[in-house]
Nanobody
Framework: QVQLVESGGGSVEAGGSLRLSCVASGATWRYACWGWFRQAPGKGREEVARISTTGTSTYYYNSMKGRFTISQDNAKNTLDLQMDSLKPEDSAMYYC???????????????RGQGTQVTVSS
């Protein structure tokens, strides 16, 4: 099994920044891609960004391009999401997730963490 544990969420004012982190453990060879998706109350899952474990490909959802940066440290099995210029509409529960295939939207995860809450006030 794969365990994913997120940290770094919190509350921030609009225009501020937060950095989310995810630590993976267990059978980490079972996935080739990992990333972040979010879900706000009453709304569906929305992919944020994903990256291949080789680092050769990354994907950002349109509204996050230029504001969010995904990165990983394979030696530490960590995945980070730097979020800048945050907007109130970015408020949601953010989940770290993983999938064996990188061409798949990360909202169709096979493995998922418990999530970390991000709240952006106006």
């Amino acid at each position: 099994q794969v365990q994913l544990v997120e940290s770094g969420g919190g509350s921030v004012e609009a225009g501020g920044s937060l950095r989310l982190s995810c630590v993976a453990s267990g059978a980490t060879w079972r996935y080739a891609c990992w990333g972040w998706f979010r879900q706000a109350p009453g709304k569906g899952r929305e992919e944020v960004a994903r990256i291949s474990t080789t680092g050769t490909s990354t994907y950002y959802y349109n509204s996050m391009k230029g504001r969010f940066t995904i990165s990983q440290d394979n030696a530490k099995n960590t995945l980070d999401l730097q979020m800048d210029s945050l907007k109130p509409e970015d408020s949601a529960m953010y989940y770290c997730a993983a999938h064996p295939v990188c061409s798949v939207d990360i909202t169709r995860y096979i493995y998922r963490g418990q999530g970390t809450q991000v709240t952006v006030s106006s």
